[in-house]
């Protein structure tokens, strides 16, 4: 807990929302709204409520709130006094990140820590949201970058770099046959029972189109964006379910196995760092995909990406 996430807090209480609250403090609504769910987290407490598009406070936002004003006016006059207020504003410059589910956990521990701590100037925002609203608001310029699990012909309009090539890897039940074969394609999973993740993520939809295109019919037993319902259906219905590759993710569990599966299409999937295409990134923002960068060699990845079309990336099935 800190003094700038109370003073978010008041501001948010007092106007009743959150795009107006940061319009006042000349922050994002994403950094301020954030620090507000961070503060909720910390605290243990739910603070505000929406009601009909107008925040209010709980209980204990109330009694928090009331503790704070005097505390946060009492910094406020502090730093009036003694800090130089116009400098700090300078200094601090905000960074807008959003982040599809699942694209944390495809990175190296703490590397959005590894940023913050080597850039102590830039208020960092992150927001967690599904693909294709981490997309709208890279299109829209409400995210300066957004991190998406994707491949590149689902990324036209945009600029992007490979973060983390991640390819596409299935776990399998050690009773199933397919537990003996070292690699899988779309026919072997020809009426296979399986879990998956819902038409608005990019690992099902190029699974789908793939599997459509080569006449393959996988039995999916239900779709969800729940990692951990996903998981325990698939377990209780002995179903395949998708993985990341072993040195990204956790250890399969003794009851299955992970599998590459060859999907038969030039599309490398992995997490990518997108923007608006043809848009200046701000300071900011290029420091953050500068540091990027350095999260796996995206370089030599960068050389196996299929070349873009005018309309993004073509899907050529491999012979």
Not at 27 to 46: C, D, F
Not at 90 to 113: F, K, N
Not at 142 to 167: K, N, Q, R, W
Request: charged share 25%; with cysteine.
């Amino acid at each position: 807990m800190d003094i700038r996430q109370l003073e978010y807090l008041i501001a948010a209480a007092q106007r009743g929302s959150f795009t107006k609250a940061a319009e006042d403090l000349f922050v994002t609504r994403q950094a301020l709204s954030k620090a507000v769910r961070n503060l909720e987290h910390e605290s243990g407490r739910a603070l505000l409520l929406n009601r009909d598009g107008h925040l209010e406070l709980t209980e204990d936002g109330r009694a928090l709130f009331d503790e704070a004003e005097p505390v946060v006016a009492a910094y406020r006059r502090i730093e009036e006094r003694y800090g130089n207020v116009a400098a700090y504003a300078a200094v601090r410059q905000t960074l807008s990140v959003a982040m599809a589910h699942g694209t944390a956990q495809s990175m190296p521990e703490r590397t959005v820590d590894a940023f913050r701590m080597s850039h102590p100037d830039i208020l960092l925002s992150i927001e967690e949201v599904s693909t294709e609203a981490a997309l709208a608001m890279a299109r829209s310029g409400d995210s300066d970058i957004s991190l998406v699990g994707s491949a590149p012909l689902y990324l036209g309009g945009f600029d992007l770099m490979l973060v983390v090539e991640t390819g596409t890897y299935v776990h399998v039940p050690r009773t199933s046959p397919l537990a003996e074969h070292e690699r899988l394609t779309v026919h072997d999973l020809d009426g296979q029972p399986f879990v998956t993740f819902g038409r608005r993520n990019h690992l099902h939809r190029l699974f789908m189109e793939t599997c459509e295109e080569a006449g393959v019919r996988p039995n999916i037993i239900m779709t969800t964006s729940d990692t951990d319902l996903l998981v325990r259906t698939a377990e209780q219905q002995s179903a395949l379910f998708f993985g990341f590759p072993p040195h990204i993710g956790r250890p399969s569990s003794p009851a299955r196995v992970l599998r590459p599966l060859d999907l038969g299409v030039d599309a490398v999937f992995g997490t990518y760092a997108v923007k608006h295409q043809g848009c200046a990134l701000s300071s900011p923002a290029r420091a953050f995909w500068k540091f990027l960068e350095t999260v796996e060699p995206a370089r030599a990845k960068a050389s196996r990406l299929p070349k873009t079309t005018d309309e993004g990336h073509s899907r050529k099935p491999r012979a």
